[in-house]
Nanobody, 124 residues
Framework: QLQLVESGGGLVQPGGSLRLSCAAS????????IGWFRQAPGKEREGVSC????????NYPDSVKGRFAISRDNAKNTVYLQMNSLKPEDTAVYYC?????????????????WGQGTQVTVSS
């Protein structure tokens, strides 16, 4: 069974940090680009980062650039999203998703496998 499982979400104060993990089971992530998406209540899902299969390229939208950093450890079959300087507007459910080899924007229809999501709440 192919599965992605996110973890690491929680409640954090503004300015704080969290590291999310996306672990794969049932398949190897070696051949997959991984994107992180988020969805806040009443808002559309938006992409916040993507890393290519080999980790040579990554990208971020302006809303998180300089604050979020994506990385991967293929030996552990896991991708990480380090989130720093968190803001209340970062509050959302965060999802990871896998697609073949290369990042290609943040069109969710291009991603084949999705995790169930992990809640991130930024509040004082």
């Amino acid at each position: 069974q192919l599965q992605l499982v996110e973890s690491g979400g929680g409640l954090v104060q503004p300015g704080g940090s969290l590291r999310l993990s996306c672990a794969a089971s049932g398949f190897t992530l070696d051949y997959y680009a991984i994107g992180w998406f988020r969805q806040a209540p009443g808002k559309e899902r938006e992409g916040v980062s993507c890393i290519s299969a080999r980790g040579f390229s990554s990208n971020y939208p302006d809303s998180v650039k300089g604050r979020f950093a994506i990385s991967r450890d293929n030996a552990k079959n896991t991708v990480y999203l380090q989130m720093n300087s968190l803001k209340p507007e970062d509050t959302a459910v965060y999802y990871c998703a896998a697609r073949d080899h290369y990042c290609s924007g943040y069109d969710s229809r291009l991603y084949d496998y999705w995790g169930q999501g992990t809640q991130v709440t930024v509040s004082s």
